[in-house]
Structure formats: C-alpha cells, structure tokens
Antibody
Framework: EVQLLESGGGLGQLGGSLRLSCAAS????????MTWVRQAPGKGLDWVSL????????YYADSVKGRFTISRDNSKNTLYLQMNSLRDEDTAVYYC??????????WGQGTLVTVSS | EILMTQSPATLSVSPGETATLSCRAS??????LAWYQQKPGQAPSLLIY???TRATGIPARFSGSGSGTEFTLTISSLQSEDFAVYYC??????????FGQGTKLEIK
C-alpha cells in the first residue's frame, strides 16, 4: 500500500523556520516527482513546490519562492520542505503527494503549520 | 497563471439524485484536468484525471467531461459518502499547477 506520512509541523515564529518531512513507502520513491500542496484554514488548495525524481530540478509557487526549499533523500525515501522567513499567510495544513503526469495521488494526511508572533 | 473557477460554490442535492459540478479555465488546458474529493478532516483524493479517466477504485457513478476551458464532474445516484468538497486542478503547464476554489456538495 502506498503511504505518505508528513511530520514536522507545529508552531513557527513569524520570520522563523520550520522543516517538514514526508516519509514514503509502498512504491519506488526514486522514480517519482514529489510535491507539496497547502491548505489554509477553511480555504482551498494551493500548490507550493515540486521536486523531480532525481532531485535535480525544483519548482516553486511565487508566494514561497526564495523562502522555501524542497529537497529529497532517495536513500531514505523522504521528501522535505525547508520553510524560512515564515509569514502569517504560511499558516496552513501542508500535504505531500506523489506526482505522476501532473496528477497528485496519493496524498499524505497533512501536517499543520501555524505561524505566530 | 491559469485561473480555475468552479461553480457553484455550494450545491445542495438529495441522495439518489445527480450532481453536476463545473470548472472553467481562464485559458485552454486541453484535457489536462483532474478532480479531487476532500471529506472533512481528510486529505484530498484523486477522482478523475485527463478530464474523463476515473482513478483506480473510483465508482462509475463519477464521470468527468470537457476539454479546453470547460469541464464538468457529474455524480449520479448520490450516496451519503459523496457529500464532500470537490476541487478541479489543471496541469497543462507543468509544473505551475492551479486549483479551483472548490465546490461544496451538501445534502438537501
């Protein structure tokens, strides 16, 4: 069974940093691009970032470019999101998902990031 | 950025009836369109991709149609478990993905 399990969420300071992780199992992790999508409380879905299967190319939404860094460790089947210079608007549930030809399937259960001053 | 607009924001339908949800793109996305279902407190799950192909395990009562800028998700013979929020997502411009704002399908 394909599973994705996020961790690392919690309370982050305004202007501070957090690092999210996503542990993958049940599929050949190194063969797939991976992505992060976030959902602010009571709001819709926003794509955040994507990393290619080898980790050699990364892409970001304009809202996080220059502040967030996506990476992966294929030896550990783990995806990461380093979040720096946190803003109020970064408060959201962050989901990781396996990307395949543009579609996201499956998704992890999500981890909540709350930015507070 | 391609803007995705879903309508209506909320749709009230009785169990057993058919629900029709719409998604419009600000420019053509060909058939690069997916639909997701999100139940309260859960992660989204893939329903439809390529505008009309059901994902693995998705019942036949879910169907997608459209191409270009106009898309429809139809759910026939609504079951209690179908009442949720539905999102469309375009992936025509890789990887600058965008989602619609969602349609909440509620019990009438």
């Amino acid at each position: 069974e394909v599973q994705l399990l996020e961790s690392g969420g919690g309370l982050g300071q305004l202007g501070g940093s957090l690092r999210l992780s996503c542990a993958a199992s049940g599929f050949t992790f190194k063969n797939y691009a991976m992505t992060w999508v976030r959902q602010a409380p009571g709001k819709g879905l926003d794509w955040v970032s994507l990393v290619t299967n080898a980790g050699d190319s990364t892409y970001y939404a304009d809202s996080v470019k220059g502040r967030f860094t996506i990476s992966r460790d294929n030896s550990k089947n783990t995806l990461y999101l380093q979040m720096n210079s946190l803003r109020d608007e970064d408060t959201a549930v962050y989901y990781c998902a396996k990307e395949y030809y543009g579609r996201f399937d499956p998704w992890g259960q999500g981890t909540l990031v709350t930015v507070s001053s | 950025e391609i803007l995705m607009t879903q309508s209506p924001a909320t749709l009230s339908v009785s169990p057993g009836e058919t629900a029709t949800l719409s998604c419009r793109a600000s420019q053509s996305v060909s058939s690069s369109l997916a639909w997701y279902q999100q139940k309260p407190g859960q992660a989204p799950s893939l329903l439809i991709y390529g505008a009309s192909t059901r994902a693995t395990g998705i019942p036949a009562r879910f169907s997608g149609s459209g191409s270009g800028t106009e898309f429809t998700l139809t759910i026939s013979s609504l079951q209690s478990e179908d009442f949720a929020v539905y999102y469309c997502q375009q992936y025509n411009i890789w990887p600058q993905y965008t989602f619609g704002q969602g349609t909440k399908l509620e019990i009438k």
